[in-house]
T-cell receptor, first 111, second 113 residues
Framework: DAKTTQPPSMDCAEGRAANLPCNHSTISGNEYVYWYRQIHSQGPQYIIHGLKNNETNEMASLIITEDRKSSTLILPHATLRDTAVYYCIVRPNSGNTPLVFGKGTRLSVIA | EADIYQTPRYLVIGTGKKITLECSQTMGHDKMYWYQQDPGMELHLIHYSYGVNSTEKGDLSSESTVSRIRTEHFPLTLESARPSHTSQYLC????????????FGSGTRLTVV
């Protein structure tokens, strides 16, 4: 059973913000939201994760709704190199639960 | 520079051959994983390990086997390759104290003819 729902694809103009949504309406209290991306057929790359507060790092920002049922990954100034498949994953941060990847969102950044 | 290494990068092999895909990491990570991915499709977890002498099967049933005799090494073996095993195999590792940061290798693209 999928724990997250993401749109299959999105386009974004180069230089604009890319906002990638993710629904996780059945998220549990101890589960975090993680974002990874996969460029072409390379191994996925960790982007960011959060529990309930908004998070920001050098790559992106993560906005989690107050009820934690959805989140948005924001790439503030998308470049062509951000074209990739973006995965939203929900899992506990402690314990031994491996990452399980869904279908993700294929983001195309257009010049 | 990558800290997790997979060899070979590409492999074409005949049906029935035994093959071992190598994965090594130099970060001292306790946890290691193998994922399988067909072109344009999802990644599927096939094996993982939380330390030496620990191995578990993942969500996707696989005819492959793994071993973890050393912390840094997590090879995957196919005893008798078949065309259905044609896929990309991605190895990853993570530190126990840093549960979110998976580091992936470059992958092995296997073709069984």
């Amino acid at each position: 059973d999928a724990k997250t729902t993401q749109p299959p694809s999105m386009d974004c103009a180069e230089g604009r913000a890319a906002n990638l949504p993710c629904n996780h309406s059945t998220i549990s209290g101890n589960e975090y939201v993680y974002w990874y991306r996969q460029i072409h057929s390379q191994g996925p790359q960790y982007i960011i994760h959060g529990l309930k507060n908004n998070e920001t790092n050098e790559m992106a920002s993560l906005i989690i709704t107050e009820d934690r049922k959805s989140s948005t990954l924001i790439l503030p100034h998308a470049t062509l190199r951000d074209t990739a498949v973006y995965y939203c994953i929900v899992r506990p941060n402690s314990g031994n639960t491996p990452l399980v990847f869904g279908k993700g969102t294929r983001l195309s950044v257009i010049a | 520079e990558a800290d997790i290494y997979q060899t070979p990068r590409y492999l074409v092999i005949g049906t029935g051959k035994k093959i071992t895909l190598e994965c090594s990491q130099t970060m001292g990570h306790d946890k290691m994983y193998w994922y399988q991915q067909d072109p344009g499709m999802e990644l599927h977890l096939i094996h993982y390990s939380y330390g030496v002498n620990s191995t578990e099967k993942g969500d996707l049933s696989s005819e492959s086997t793994v071993s973890r005799i050393r912390t840094e090494h997590f090879p995957l073996t196919l005893e008798s390759a078949r065309p259905s095993h044609t896929s990309q195999y991605l190895c990853a590792s993570s530190a126990a104290a840093k549960n979110y940061g998976y580091t992936f290798g470059s992958g092995t693209r296997l073709t069984v003819v």
